[in-house]
């Protein structure tokens, strides 16, 4: 069974340009939950999807968005890019939301310079 | 919300000899209690997990336990081997917000041959 892939897996952008992040779930997963890691504040929840609904939200400013498509795949796009947005984006899919069990992609390293 | 405590964050072992780790958490609320592996350019990997109506889980060298009235929780490895050298972290999740994670800052095992 494939596992969570992310797309890209490296990104390079400048202050104020905007990126999208793409997340495929493993097969049969319906909830995508996304999550910032950086050095200084670690493993950070940003939004989770079910069923094309933002279920859950952290506590990121308004230029972090996501969405999620009818086959459970999920982008995240973060606007107006800051040099703090340099980090390591996670996708972990579940089975169903109110399943435990999460398994994450690689990781996209988003560097802003 | 809820606050996530691990220590500590760096540890070193030599080959053969056991590994703990400690988390507590401030939501008695939270029921799940997920630790992972995360090796340098992976995504964090599930290794193990307890729920709070269990005080002790094992799978092979590696077992949980967990204090609910403490609101603690341990990570257990015994016979440590050089490829269990990794970042680990623990995690406490509640059922009202199952893919919604919190997360310790990790702990840095090191394991000498």
């Known amino acids: 069974k494939a596992g969570v892939t992310q797309t890209p897996r490296y990104l390079i952008k400048t202050r104020g340009q905007q990126v999208t992040l793409s997340c495929s779930p493993i097969?049969?997963?319906?909830?995508v939950s996304w999550y910032q890691q950086t050095p200084g504040q670690g493993l950070q929840f940003l939004f989770e999807?079910?069923?094309?609904?933002?279920?859950n939200k952290g506590n990121f400013p308004g230029r972090f968005s996501g969405r999620q498509f009818s086959n459970s795949r999920s982008e995240m796009n973060v606007s107006t890019l800051e040099l703090g947005d340099s980090a390591l984006y996670l996708c972990a899919s579940s089975r169903v939301t109110g399943s435990y069990e999460q398994y994450f992609g690689p990781g996209t390293r988003l560097t802003v310079t | 919300g809820e606050n996530v405590e691990q220590h500590p964050s760096t540890l070193s072992v030599q080959e053969g000899d056991s590994a703990v780790i400690k988390c507590t958490y401030s939501?008695?609320?939270?029921?799940?209690f997920p630790w992972y592996k995360q090796e340098l350019g992976k995504g964090p990997q599930l290794i193990i997990d307890i729920r709070s109506n269990v005080g002790e889980k094992k799978d092979q060298r590696i077992a949980v336990t967990l204090n609910k009235t403490a609101k603690h929780f341990s990570l257990h490895i015994t016979e440590t081997q050089p490829e269990d050298s990794a970042v680990y972290f623990c995690a406490a999740t509640k059922n009202t917000n199952a893919g919604k994670s919190t997360f310790g800052d990790g702990t840095t095992l090191t394991v000498k041959p």
């Open positions: 939501d008695s609320a939270s029921n799940y």
């Open positions: 999807y079910f069923s094309e609904t933002q279920r």
């Open positions: 097969s049969g997963h319906r909830s």
